[in-house]
């Protein structure tokens, strides 16, 4: 029976050129690389017309091989929705998997109980993969909407407030803590918009639209290096399309 093969290379996900020119992922019956004794090979749910997904990770780039390794975030743009949506669970499964090989009460090994758990081999506890939820916020004022420059940002575009959700807030209070923390401004008509899974690592990003009340912009200098209001005519260089960042600005484009 074919499956689909997501094989992880580091960082990497190896795609199948097609000779349209397109990419895909290898469907095939039996692995598309060399599998090792001790390649742990996990059973993902599978895509929705039926067809079982597996995944697994390899140390090399396959030689001799026309399999080709893009970054997750590049094969956005070379695949179809549905298999760039199912790489990156996998790759989060795969950062999970490593990152569990022991328990954290007793220390002894974990071993896989069902496809998304896995179980001490000693004391009998449980885990499961877990979501970093993060809010992120396109923030109005008339005309303007404000954007800011995080520190991490390898190039020089602007994104939206954002971070992650903490203990005991709801979404729209971590959304109203960003705000302030990161920009100074007080915000209000916290509105949901949609979310994204985001597997760099393990993210979940909700989105949201709100509305400016007061302040100065002060910005956070330990994470924002540049901040500011922006009509839909002087907008700088904004997140690339495979983000919810962009999502939300689209939105306000189309319908301001």
């Keep these: 029976m074919k499956k689909y093969y997501f094989v992880f290379c580091k960082d990497d996900v190896l795609l199948m050129p097609l000779d ?9 019956e039996e692995p598309p690389t060399e599998v090792k004794p001790w390649t742990h090979i996990m059973n993902i749910s599978p895509m929705a017309d039926g067809t079982k997904v597996v995944t697994y990770q390899i140390e090399m780039p396959p030689a001799d091989s026309e399999l080709q390794p893009y970054p997750l975030r590049q094969s956005y743009y070379k695949l179809p929705r549905e298999l760039y949506l199912k790489a990156g669970k996998c790759q989060e499964l795969l950062y999970w998997d490593r990152n569990t090989k022991y328990c954290g009460v007793c ?13 001490c081999t000693e004391c009998g506890k449980e885990i499961w993969p877990q979501l970093a939820t993060a809010v992120i916020v396109l923030i109005h004022r008339g005309d303007e909407v404000l954007l800011v420059r995080a520190k991490n940002f390898r190039t020089d575009f602007y994104g939206l407030v954002a971070g992650f959700v903490e203990t005991g807030e709801t979404l729209e209070e971590a959304v109203a803590r960003e705000a302030m923390e990161e920009t100074g401004v007080t915000i209000t008509n916290i509105r949901y918009f949609g979310s994204q899974p985001w597997p760099y690592p393990c993210g979940l990003m909700v989105g949201f639209h709100a509305d400016y009340v007061s302040g100065e912009i002060h910005l956070q200098r330990s994470e924002i290096a540049k901040g500011g209001w922006f009509t839909r005519d002087n907008l700088p260089t904004i997140p690339e399309k495979l983000s919810i960042a962009r999502m939300l600005l689209d939105d306000w484009l189309e319908y301001s």
């Design 20 to 28: 349209d020119g397109s990419f895909t992922i290898p469907c095939q």
């Design 107 to 119: 220390g002894a090994p974990m071993r896989m109980d069902t496809d998304i758990s896995k179980k």
